[in-house]
């Protein structure tokens, strides 16, 4: 019998959509029956268009910067914008893939995508907004497959 | 070494060599060769971890000009 992880996505920023589909995709390649749950922010990265996630410098002191740059700059209009801009930029030379290659890639895996009901709800999203072949279901139905799985971890 | 499928994985960055390489050997039959060709050095110790895990027989690696060779056989 394969081998089981259990991941929870809670984040929707544009670093932060990689750990889980990286190691998703990466334990399916090796053979492990995968599920995410996606929750709160990470909802954001079941929607059709993944071109609205971004990556912030405020208060993440520790994000590389050509040059130094205080809080009080970071927060200008437009600011996170060129973060962003610079993160795809160097995504791109550096031939990582896309969120967008990572989650197709773990749909094609049969990586087991569930949406968190309660966050759909909570900030009004539609289901239309999300893409095709994904489930919706709440903490009991996360537990279904992590009180199995051997791996379990939360991003 | 005499291989049956060849993948190139230049340019592609973690985890992009695994994920391509699981595609390439379903491509292939049990026992054929795969090789692959990456730059990206995390790859070295991904591959022998990739081979543990799945059964594949990891034949031989060799490394030379920022380029990593591997030889591969796909289990029964």
Known sequence: ?155 | MEFDKELDARGLNCPLPILRCKKALAEISAGKVLKIVATDAGSVKDFQAFCKQTGNELLSFSEGGGEYTFFMRKRA
């Not at chain 1, 539609?126 to 791996?151: H, L, M, N, Y």
């Open chain 1, 1 to 155: 019998m394969s081998k089981k992880l259990a991941l929870i996505a809670s984040k929707g920023t544009l670093d932060w959509a990689y750990p889980p589909f990286i190691l998703a995709s990466t334990a399916a390649a090796l053979d492990y029956e995968v599920q995410i749950f996606f929750t709160f922010y990470g909802l954001t990265l079941l929607k059709k268009d993944l071109g609205d996630l971004k990556v912030s410098p405020l208060g993440n002191p520790a994000m590389p910067m050509p040059v130094p740059m205080p809080n009080l700059v970071q927060m200008l209009p437009g600011m996170e914008s060129m973060a962003t801009m610079m993160m795809k930029q160097k995504i791109k030379d550096k031939g990582v893939a896309s969120i967008e290659e990572l989650r197709n890639l773990c749909l094609e895996a049969e990586v087991k995508l569930i949406a968190c009901q309660m966050t759909v709800d909570l900030f009004d999203f539609k289901r239309e907004d999300f893409i095709d072949g994904i489930e919706f279901g709440g903490a009991a139905t996360f537990f279904e497959f992590a009180g199995e799985s051997d791996v379990s971890l939360f991003v």
